[in-house]
């Protein structure tokens, strides 16, 4: 019996071609069944990733045993995305967390989930993937949750109401580089 937290091997969203569009291999330290010797090379994982889009590029499932591993997928507009798991994980729980996943990712991406727009995003889905995953291990299941967190700005009270960006500051440099001359024009 599997009584780690670390339920997780890899998410993967591929295109419809089978090409990557996002991957995230998980190869924790802390593993107590010891560290996964599988998918250490890039050579590896695409040859994964391509043998896996083979079995499941045609819509209808949604799980499927590949090359000993446990993989759970959805497909959307133009993508598919997986979470790889062990072959004695529960796969009620790892559909629950790509689901929740995939309906943040849905809500953050305005009802498009597309390759196009997850390239566009890609940070805002690396925080999403970071916030339903850590290490491997499923973190939150809640979509509303995980949407809110990965958008929700950041109050500091020191520095509230105060943007600075490119604009302010070459106007700063501007400021003194003519107080500068005027002062030097003076002498």
Not at 73 to 101: Q, R
Request: glycine share 6%; charged share 25%.
């Amino acid at each position: 019996m599997n009584l780690s937290l670390y339920t997780v091997q890899a998410f993967l969203i591929l295109d419809s071609e089978g090409n990557r569009v996002l991957a995230k291999y998980y190869n924790p330290k802390g593993n107590p069944q010891g560290e996964v010797k599988e998918f250490l090379t890039l050579k590896d994982q695409k040859v994964f990733e391509k043998g896996l889009w083979q079995k499941t590029k045609k819509a209808g499932g949604d799980v499927i045993l590949y090359d000993g591993h446990l993989a759970v997928y959805k497909h959307s507009l133009d993508v598919i995305l997986y979470f790889i798991a062990g072959p004695t994980e529960n796969e009620l729980m790892i559909n629950v967390a790509l689901s929740s996943l995939t309906d943040a990712l849905t809500m953050l991406l305005r009802n498009s989930l597309e390759k196009r727009g997850i390239l566009e995003n890609l940070d805002l889905a690396l925080l999403c993937l970071d916030e339903t995953i850590d290490d491997g291990i499923i973190v939150d299941t809640d979509s509303a949750a995980i949407a809110s967190r990965v958008t929700r700005p950041r109050a500091d009270s020191d520095i509230v109401g105060l943007n600075i960006n490119e604009q302010t500051l070459m106007s700063a440099f501007t400021t003194v580089r003519d107080r500068v001359q005027q002062r030097i024009g003076q002498l």
